[in-house]
């Protein structure tokens, strides 16, 4: 059964819209991060390490976004062009706004934090001018990020890509990428996310950033409940990530998945969720079962944690399936119900 149904004759496969930074990852490991001097430079942000990932898988891409008018703008819109993706409707900044900077700390292959510079930055420049109807019409699905949602004019953006995508047939898939420090107050927070729920066919997050979701309307007991009240709004699709312990995966005919993961050797506690994200919104597009999808999924998110970048270290198609077939007999999905 096909849960999600695309349009195959658009030009796209996906568009995301919202976050690009730089990110800083440390060389020297395995210490706090002022004691690290030296850093290797890589794209980064949550929307863009997915556009990176399908990219890398194979899909067609493009981008919505604001970069900075400077040697890192150039950079995001060069490192883009050479994995193929459409860099279009990525416009340069004019009032001297900045990519935001992620200097990341690997004390631990199980502990990892990162110090976030997001004064003003480019990305939340992106306004409903740069958003344009015929653009969105090109793909089979949009990506919002929940990031892109924290203040004005990137939020206005997200949401008339939203209600374009809608208006239009596209999939939306609404990656909840909660991010502490680029809100004001928890009930703006729940406001503005479910209004992106209530209008996507799939969403992903943690358990942490589904309760942030659901505050305003009352917080659901547990990972059915959530399910079940996004299944209400119509979505088909619904992924609660649980860390270390996996996720679930719950479809709106009552099915429920458990997704583990590979046993791998942690490098860093990050770029996961953007590996898993791709790779499962790839699977979907190539048309495969739910539960290889997640497969999939979860073989992209332990490769990524196990390597020293983000949008680097996206695998190609191959590498993931080279990389289930290392562990054969090994199941990571289960059906539950």
């Known amino acids: 059964m096909a849960f999600i149904e695309f349009d195959n004759s658009k030009e796209l496969d996906v568009i995301?819209?919202?976050?690009?930074?730089?990110?800083?990852?440390?060389?020297?490991?395995?210490?706090?991060?002022?004691?690290?001097?030296?850093?290797?430079?890589?794209?980064?942000?949550?929307?863009?390490?997915?556009?990176?990932?399908?990219?890398?898988?194979?899909?067609?891409?493009?981008?919505?976004?604001?970069?900075?008018?400077?040697?890192?703008?150039?950079?995001?819109?060069?490192?883009?062009?050479?994995d193929g993706i459409d860099v279009s409707h990525i416009t340069r900044c004019v009032n001297g706004e900045k990519l935001g900077l992620t200097f990341t700390e690997i004390l631990s292959p199980t502990q990892s934090s990162i110090l976030m510079y997001r004064d003003g930055v480019a990305?939340?420049?992106?306004?409903?001018?740069?958003?344009?109807?015929?653009?969105?019409?090109?793909?089979?699905?949009?990506?919002?990020?929940?990031?892109?949602?924290?203040?004005?004019?990137?939020?206005?953006?997200?949401?008339?890509?939203?209600?374009?995508?809608?208006?239009?047939?596209?999939?939306?898939i609404f990656d909840i990428d909660y991010r502490s420090y680029t809100w004001k107050n928890f009930d703006e927070i729940s406001l503005y996310y479910s209004i992106a729920a209530k209008n996507s066919d799939i969403i992903l997050g943690s358990r942490e950033e589904f309760d942030l979701t659901e505050a305003l309307e009352g917080k659901c007991a547990n990972d059915e409940e959530s399910a079940a009240r996004w299944f209400g709004y119509g979505n088909k699709i619904v992924i609660i990530k649980h860390g270390k312990e996996g996720s679930y995966a719950y479809l709106n005919d009552g099915s429920i998945y458990k997704v583990g993961t590979h046993p791998v050797k942690l490098l860093k506690g990050f770029g996961g969720g953007d590996g898993y994200a791709s790779a499962f919104i790839y699977s979907l597009l190539q048309g495969k079962p739910i539960d290889k999808a997640l497969e999939f999924a979860t073989a992209s998110a332990s490769m990524l944690v196990s390597a020293h970048s983000c949008s680097a270290a996206m695998p190609s198609a191959q590498a993931v399936q080279e990389f289930i077939d290392s562990f054969p007999g090994m199941e990571v999905v289960t059906k539950i119900k």
């Open 123 to 172: 990305d939340l420049q992106v306004s409903v001018d740069d958003v344009d109807e015929d653009y969105i019409k090109k793909a089979k699905a949009v990506v919002i990020s929940g990031t892109a949602l924290c203040c004005s004019p990137s939020r206005e953006a997200a949401l008339k890509t939203l209600f374009l995508a809608k208006k239009n047939g596209l999939v939306v």
């Open 16 to 82: 995301p819209i919202g976050r690009v930074a730089i990110d800083f990852n440390p060389t020297d490991m395995n210490m706090p991060l002022w004691e690290s001097s030296n850093f290797n430079k890589y794209v980064g942000g949550s929307p863009a390490n997915i556009a990176v990932g399908l990219a890398r898988l194979g899909a067609k891409c493009g981008f919505i976004a604001k970069v900075s008018d400077d040697q890192f703008g150039t950079y995001v819109i060069k490192y883009f062009e050479n």
